[in-house]
């Protein structure tokens, strides 16, 4: 709600869900959802029975459609309480009582998680009577896509025992592992005190001489623990390799797509797009690189000068200063470096979002209205933003912390884009509110990539220019820089299926997907330990968390590009492409708005949009 106040920043009011963990309203959901393990429990072991002592005379159709009514039930309730505990202690982490009952929560939600496991090996025993199934119950027709996906998950489980071995013992293995790494790298500082942390964030300082002094300190400090964090990933990656065997997966990279559900098709049409486009990034951060030298805004010798035209490692983030800018007195005008009040921050947001839908407009208007955003920045509060969405009543919370700058724009329609996805699937039973991790992002980059171009549009001058290199640094990160991760990824899974690997091998192995993506865009100032900072590589669930993020940007580029093309009418087509994304492959998804994923014609078309922003660029740092 808009107020008098140019101060105000609001706070969410969570009535409409629960307005206390001691309310009659909280206690009654907390003891449905208990009574729907319950349910669920009896359920299950009387198909256990049936299967076991009288298969012949077991109705699996009625069993699985009472099954997933309940379920459906059991996942809106677990979400929503899951969602509220979170949201209530993420606001005040200081509580006891918040995080008692986060954990209470949690612990519920093994149980429905083991529930799970027997519920997919009775499906995939009882497959045979899929047909059946949806001839005597067409009202879950719309389920055959999770059901058979859920039955080809099953097929690559190992046994009951070796499932609960391999689970108990990662704990002790890969899991322990990556926990080592995040150890280390939480608990490094330099000589003075200065966190890892402190010291990456210092690659976004305008300061020249800081940003390389942190990037030297950061790798020695990665070499001083090359050889615990290499052992981490060495065998965090052969558990990896071991396990996938043993489910039958040919590599890793197929076990990633199937979460991802994507075809080779589409994941080599997307990785081949953005290699096709590498010399177009190559380009930008050679002209950044020009730029900062012009400005004398680096520390590097060689960095933007001919010979060595590519960009420090440690430049890659750095702002932009013109010298013309300086005492200038115009902040006020400038998009990147006025103060914004909340309220116009909202008013901006709005206005982006009725630019495209009229449905997506009063969709964040009422979010707004209701006090569904909290954004006001207080103690025990935690830092960055999300959105957290609500099964019952179909609600979503958005938490951010507003500090008026330029980048809490993008924040907030980012997340308002994640509300609104989530806004579009009303109707949908629970089970349906899971998408892979490649739609994820669609909405809230989509909403960003409005808000982005729009303020391209209207900005001038070296101001344009600013935003346009916050645009591409961003984008580049995604495509560049996670096309760098996937190439090393995949060269250490078929590494590790020939033997042991060292800090060397890994840094060698970096360096060299570096060469392949960055190649001349970089000069000789590279980091080769970027192997030991990003997290991703050491997670036991999922593999190659890298190219969804690229598919995400690329995707929602392509979307943007049509509803330029198209007009107002994309946007009833946007929306249901959104409804939907839980329930079908990317491609079907797709194909149903009328785009085919699996070739490149669709991603270039996204790229072409940047590519523009790249030869602007490149001229202003020509001629400056």
Known sequence: MESTDKNFVPRWNLDSIYSSLQSKEYSAALDEFKAQIENTEGLLKTADRFTRESNENFDFAAWLAAYLKNYNELIANERTLAAYAYIIYSTDTTSTQYLNNLSYIEKLGIQTRQQYLKFSTLLLSHSSSLNEFFTRFPEFAEYK????????????????????????????????????????????????????????????????????NSWQTE????????IALAASLNNLKGETVTLNKRRHWENALDRSRASSRIQKATLDALISSIEDSLPIWREYFKAKA??????????????????????????????????????????????????????????????????????????????????????????GKVGGAYDEDFPKNHQSRILTNFTGTFSDIITLSHELGHAYHFSCMKGKPALFFDYPMTLAETASTFAETIVKQDMIQQAEGSDKIKIID????????????????????????????????????????????????????????????????????????????????????????????????????????????????GSMSCEDLCKKAGFDITTKDFWKTSIQMYAKEVEEFKAFAENL
């Open 145 to 212: 896509y999770l059901l058979e996906e859920t039955i080809e998950e099953t097929k690559h489980q190992m046994t009951a025992a070796e499932e609960n071995l391999a689970s108990d013992m990662t704990r002790t293995g890969g899991s322990a592992w990556g926990q080592l790494q995040e150890q280390i790298i939480s608990n490094l500082h330099d000589q003075s005190g200065k966190t890892f942390n402190e010291l990456r964030n210092d690659a976004f300082s305008s300061d020249a001489n800081l940003r390389k």
């Open 470 to 581: 916050l645009d591409l640094q961003d984008t580049s990160q995604v495509l560049v820089d996670i096309l760098c991760r996937f190439y090393f990824e995949q060269s250490v899974f078929e590494e590790c299926e020939k033997g042991e690997l060292n800090a060397n091998d890994f840094c060698r192995l970096m360096l060299n997907a570096q060469e392949k993506t960055y190649g001349c865009g970089l000069n000789e100032e590279r980091h080769e330990y970027m192997w030991a900072v990003k997290s991703h590589y050491y997670s036991t669930d999922f593999d190659f968390y890298n190219y969804p993020y690229a598919f995400g940007q690329l995707f929602a580029a392509g979307l943007y590009a049509r509803s330029k093309k198209e007009g107002p009418a994309f946007a009833k087509t946007y929306a249901s492409l959104l409804a939907d994304t």
């Open 290 to 379: 020009l730029l900062l030298r012009k400005t004398k805004a680096t520390a590097s010798k060689t960095a933007g000068s001919p010979g060595h035209e590519g960009i420090a490692f440690y430049d890659l983030f750095a702002p932009l200063e013109f010298p013309q800018e300086k005492n200038s007195g115009n902040d006020s005008a400038s998009l990147l470096s006025k103060k914004w009040s909340f309220d116009q921050a909202r008013d901006y947001v709005l206005k982006e979002y009725k630019s495209f839908s009229q449905d997506m407009y009063a969709f964040a208007k009422n979010a707004f209205d209701s006090g569904w955003i909290d954004a006001e920045i207080r103690s």
């Open 219 to 226: 790798k020695s400090l990665l070499e001083q623990n090359q």
